[in-house]
């Protein structure tokens, strides 16, 4: 036998990357053959015997057919290294950190509120005792709109959904007894971002922190707002300037702020597909950030602190095939489009907050079971942070202990399943290899049609997010009347008589007291001030219609500081940006 | 011919979530209603005038902010007021079951919460009408 000297000129200086294809054209054609003989021999006869529960087998979103089994020949030209590659680079398929959740724990987080400041400051501080790493505030429908408790428009929601603050003066209360340097920023004040800013900004002066030294984090998406929640005031181009100039005046002075993050949850409840989730919310994501490049801010320090805001539907592989999509989707979109490969931009971090939607009023205890579905297609996606809705969430706001179980449903995942030991264990199955790449396909397809239009603007002015969330409600609603769908407790083991639930019932007086706290607050301050920091925040919006790059929080600061309410803000700015009429599809 | 029964579908008050709305708007609407959709942020004033001018048989409420007791009460004595009390009153959205009944005390003549088919409600609204002509 002979073998051969291998010498320095036989290997080659630098080896090119030759690829790591999996599967060898002659292997997939075996597979095949095979497959195919089982087909006509044994799986055609299987169902004659017993015959299959559905007429067709399709993901959750209903636009992928599922085959009875997947093989290599599903995925023939899979190549490890270009498909999917380590986790923690480009393409971030497996996700963006190298170990994956070795280093992670899912905090014990919360969103919560309700009623008076009183009660909220009551509930957050129940819910730190019991190990709550942070709570963001959840306000009202009023203060998230801009009406003041006192305002007729808001008469009956006054501390419903949320904790009613109008001033400044009831973020003070709210924060009594509580540390102002982890403050969730507000919770969603999405067309208000500026304002939201400023009250967090002003609150950390009087309690003598550093706002610089605070660490707050906004959502302050008001694309949401316009597909399907329905807090906006302004026009989209408005909104979408208000919100930059956030985005500006954190990168500027406040680098530990967490400014935004862009959300597809509304979206996806509202009845879009899971393809369609992502193209949207990569959509809104390139609009923002093109907006936030204008205006000079860096990428590579700002998208570290956003992320993408999914949800999690009930298919659990469609849902984990759906995020590595996402950031593989992203990773591919963001090098060209930023001309870079910047991983701290082309990485995309992804939280969540699962299935709201799909929590039942019917039995709602079965809904552990559906947010325990959820949770886990999150893990095994790769997704970063998780919240979770309780399972009275189509009852009521939650009580304290099922906020907390929700919570605790993801500590439990991660603790005792083993689901997070290692990165991206489904990775390398057929079917999820698959899906990934259907998906991608998909929403690839969604992402340049909304391109071609003119963007996310143009896609929410023009309808096209409403219209697929409402045809795919229309779908989705047909598809459980028929059964075609089955929902257990709704269509299926349907009880005669639900067992009741003890759920949570709020602060009846709560308006009341909120509005003679309004009515205090305007006799007590200076008057003189607050009318002469109101032509400021007019001045300064007059401004931005000329120029809308303009940056209202400085006058804002200065609004908060003078005790102006969020409902004299916002007048102005009504009067000023004019008020947004939409199309409605149904 | 019968006439047509009229539907305004309305969300009261300031909650943002059109999804449910939207859904039995079209629903109504496929099984042959007029449906009018007033879009959200309706006060109760609006409501009823809207319901009034489009001369409808039916008001279906939708909220998932809780408000609910607080609108149909002041749109059930605003219909009273105006002499247009005939026009059915129905509930839907995020309600308790504890709050059922005492809609029902003011006038609501149904709830239909999460989950309801709408094959129910159409039949609901069909069966009222009838009975209120």
């Known amino acids: 036998m002979t073998t051969k000297k291998v010498t320095k000129r036989t290997l080659p200086k630098t080896a090119a990357k030759k690829g790591s294809k999996l599967f060898s054209e002659a292997a997939v054609a075996q597979i095949k053959d095979e497959q195919t003989e089982w087909e006509e021999s044994v799986l055609k006869e299987y169902p004659k015997k017993k015959p299959e529960t559905r007429a067709e087998f399709r993901t959750g979103s209903g636009d992928i057919a599922v085959k009875e089994i997947y093989t290599p020949a599903d995925i023939p030209d899979f190549d490890y290294s270009k498909n999917i590659g380590l986790a923690g680079q480009y393409p971030f398929t497996r996700g963006i950190y190298p170990n994956g959740w070795r280093s992670h724990e899912w905090p014990l987080q919360y969103y919560s509120g309700f009623g008076t400041t009183e009660d909220t400051n009551k509930r957050f501080k129940e819910l730190l005792a019991q190990g709550a790493s942070n709570v963001t505030v959840a306000c009202d429908l009023p203060t998230q709109i801009g009406y003041d408790s006192d305002d007729s428009m808001a008469a009956g929601e ?14 003070e209360r709210l924060y009594e007894g509580l540390p102002v340097d982890r403050v969730s920023g507000t919770g969603n004040l999405n067309c208000l971002g500026p304002i939201a800013l400023a009250f967090c900004y002003v609150l950390g002066e009087k309690r003598g922190v550093r706002p610089s030294d605070m660490q707050v984090g906004f959502q302050n998406d008001p694309f949401k707002e316009y597909t399907g929640r329905g807090t906006f005031s302004f026009p989209p181009r408005v ?37 369609e989730e992502v193209a949207f919310g990569l959509a809104n994501l390139v609009t923002y950030l093109d907006a936030d490049v204008e205006r000079g801010i860096k990428l590579g320090e700002l998208v570290p602190k956003m992320h993408l805001h999914m949800t999690a539907d009930n298919d659990l592989f469609e849902e ?10 992203w990773a591919k979109i963001a090098t060209k489009r930023y001309e870079t490969k910047d991983p701290r931009v082309v990485g995309l971090r992804i939280t969540n907050y699962t299935g709201a939607h799909r929590m039942t009023a019917q039995q709602p205890m079965n809904n552990i079971v559906r947010s325990t579905m959820h949770t886990l297609a999150c893990m095994l996606g790769g997704v970063d942070a998780i919240m979770n809705p309780a399972y009275d969430e189509a009852l009521a706001l939650p009580t304290v202990e099922s906020t907390r179980l929700a919570a605790l449903t993801r500590r439990i995942l991660h603790y005792e399943s083993g689901t997070a030991n290692t990165v991206d264990p489904l990775a390398g199955s057929y079917y999820v290899e698959s899906l990934t790449d259907q998906i991608q396909e998909q929403a690839q397809k969604y992402f340049d049609e909304i391109e071609a239009m003119g963007g996310a603007l143009a896609a929410i002015e023009s309808g096209y997010y409403l219209k697929a969330m409402a045809d795919g409600m229309v779908k989705y609603q047909r598809e459980v009347e028929s059964e075609e769908r089955i929902i257990v407790g709704v269509n299926k083991d349907v009880l005669p008589e639900e067992v009741p639930v003890k759920i949570f019932m709020g602060n009846p007086e709560a308006e009341k ?7 205090k607050l305007r006799a007590k301050r200076d ?3 607050v009318k002469e920091a109101l032509a400021k925040v007019r001045a300064a919006a007059e401004e931005k219609m000329v120029k809308p790059t303009y940056n209202t929080v400085p006058v804002l600061l200065e609004a908060t500081r003078a005790y102006c309410t969020i409902g004299e803000i916002r007048k102005v700015w009504l009067d000023v940006f004019g008020e947004y009429k939409p199309l409605t599809y149904y | 011919m019968a006439k047509r029964i009229r539907v305004l579908m309305a969300k009261p008050g300031l909650d943002g979530h059109e999804t449910g709305a939207k ?11 007029e449906v009018i959709y007033t879009g959200m942020r309706q006060s109760p004033e609006m409501i009823v005038a809207a319901a009034i001018d489009e001369d409808v048989d039916v008001i279906g409420l939708s909220t998932l902010s809780g408000s609910h007791k607080e609108h149909a009460s002041r749109v059930i004595d605003l219909l009273k007021q105006k002499g247009a009390d005939n026009i059915v009153v129905l509930s839907g959205g995020v309600i308790p079951k504890e709050d059922y009944a005492a809609l029902q005390s003011l006038g609501v003549k149904g709830v239909f919460g999460p989950g309801t088919s709408t094959r129910v ?13």
Do not use: Y
């Not at chain 1, 956030?246 to 959300?263: A, G, T």
């Not at chain 1, 984990?320 to 989707?329: E, G, N, P, S, Y």
């Open chain 2, 121 to 133: 409600i159409i039949d609901f609204i069909k069966s009222s009408v009838v009975s209120n002509n």
């Open chain 1, 158 to 171: 006054v501390g419903k959904v949320g904790v009613a603050i109008c001033s400044l003066d009831d973020l």
């Open chain 1, 320 to 329: 984990a095939a759906k995020f590595r999509a996402t950031r593989r989707l």
């Open chain 2, 23 to 33: 859904l039995i708007a079209r629903v109504l609407r496929d099984a042959g209603m």
């Open chain 1, 513 to 519: 007291k909120q509005i003679a706290n309004v009515k």
């Open chain 1, 239 to 275: 909104a979408l300037a208000l919100a930059i100039d956030v985005v500006e005046f954190c990168s500027k002075n406040l680098p530990r702020w967490w400014p935004q993050h862009v959300c597809t949850t509304q979206m996806r409840w509202g009845g879009c597909t899971a393809a």
């Open chain 1, 527 to 529: 008057k003189a001030l």
